[in-house]
């Protein structure tokens, strides 16, 4: 009989690329004496930004200069926000967290390269929201700037959540991948009974960035409620073929991306293209909605080992009923569902993920996969603030 060993309550926090808010999930980690972690969640909420400190981060993301001075002022912000959100949930449940992990919210991200003189230029990712404000505020410890340490040892930086996935998802009897579709599409590949070293994960392109962006645009809607919009249109497939030779997609893995390249530049391009052909609004949400679609389905044709047994899908684009359809449709026969069918909220699968790791480097355990990000080897993740 297996018995556990002992439990920590951990907070992760978390603000992806669509910039809607602060994503907090308070967690119980449970070691088993087998080395397992099993996650119980405890309770999960989304506090939205203030619409002034969302409009500074999109301008800040769509290229806005600032000073230095202006920068610090916005990542204090950026903090207090945090902070406030963390002790807002500490209060509600009446519960001191053991650790917060911060992952902040990422405002570059700039993957690795190879220079003009044949050499390497290591990575280079910003995440706003410096974990010492937060943990002076709150009295508790907290891990934050997770991808620093995956950077300086080569690696992308990202994505970071394939380790949380192997630990909570892998599967004994089949294959699945775990695609997270937030603001940019990532995926993790988990072969049956592997090593960490097996697993694979990279960014396969956009996720809701660019369909967001266009309801904003075209309708004055945050987002396409349930693929609504999108579902009434046509989908041009010939523009989806010609977009997906961007350079991005064929780049093989590790790779990352972020909205340093789905601009609102990027975006205007893409309805030139549409108007070039006399699309109407809806068949430019269609079409947006099945560049999404064939990304994931071109990223795990070209760059998995295997197709996957299973699919199992988190994010804000697992509530749009019409990517869903064409992302089942794309991917058949293969079975594909949401994390909510393994016990996992789909909107917080990534704060859950920010709670593990920074519990992991409380234990100094390594966080990255160097099969995911390219790094040169594992290490430990996050900078750790203590209250003073």
Not at 165 to 194: E, F, H, K, M, S
Not at 343 to 362: H, P, Q, S
Request: charged share 25%; with cysteine; proline share 5%.
């Amino acid at each position: 009989m297996e018995f556990a060993t002992k439990t920590t309550r951990a907070l992760g926090l978390m603000s992806g690329t669509s910039m809607d808010g602060i994503d907090a999930a308070l967690v119980d980690i449970i070691e088993h004496d087998n080395g397992r972690l099993e996650v119980r969640q405890v309770v999960a909420e989304t506090f939205p930004y203030d619409n002034r400190l969302q409009e500074d981060l999109g301008a800040v993301c769509s290229g806005k200069q600032l000073t230095v001075d202006q920068l610090c002022d916005l990542d204090d912000r950026v903090a207090e926000a945090f902070a406030e959100t963390a002790a807002t949930v500490m209060d509600r449940e009446a519960t001191k967290p053991t650790v917060i992990g911060s992952h902040g919210q990422t405002v570059f991200h700039r993957p690795p390269a190879l220079t003009e003189t044949g050499g390497t230029r290591l990575g280079h990712s910003v995440q706003l929201g410096r974990g010492a404000v937060i943990a002076r505020r709150t009295g508790v410890v907290v891990v934050s700037d997770f991808r620093k340490a995956d950077i300086e040892v080569g690696g992308q930086g990202a994505p970071l959540v394939p380790m949380v996935d192997w630990l909570l998802l892998a599967d004994r009897r089949q294959t699945r991948t775990c695609q997270n579709i937030g603001g940019i599409g990532n995926v993790t590949y988990l072969p049956p009974n592997g090593n960490h070293d097996q697993v694979l994960g990279f960014d396969t392109g956009p996720g809701n960035v660019l369909i967001d962006m266009a309801a904003r645009l075209l309708y004055g809607q945050p987002h396409d409620d349930d693929g609504r919009l999108a579902r009434g249109g046509r989908i041009h497939k010939p523009l989806v073929e010609k977009w997906l030779e961007q350079e991005f997609f064929k780049k093989r893995p590790p790779k990352s991306t972020g909205r340093e390249l789905y601009t609102a530049d990027y975006l205007q391009d893409r309805i030139k293209d549409c108007r070039s052909v006399q699309l109407t609004d809806v068949d430019i949400m269609a079409t947006l909605t099945e560049l999404t679609v064939q990304s994931v389905a071109y990223s795990y044709r070209e760059f998995l080992p295997k197709g996957p047994d299973e699919v199992l899908v988190s994010g804000g684009g697992s509530h749009n009923s019409f990517l869903m359809g064409r992302l089942r449709e794309a991917l058949s026969p293969v079975k594909v569902a949401t994390t909510e069918s393994v016990g996992i909220n789909v909107d917080y699968k990534e704060a859950v993920a920010f709670a593990v790791l920074g519990y992991m480097r409380m234990k100094e355990q390594p966080g990255n996969l160097p099969s995911v990000t390219g790094a040169t080897r594992q290490v430990l993740l996050g900078h750790i603030s203590h209250p003073s």
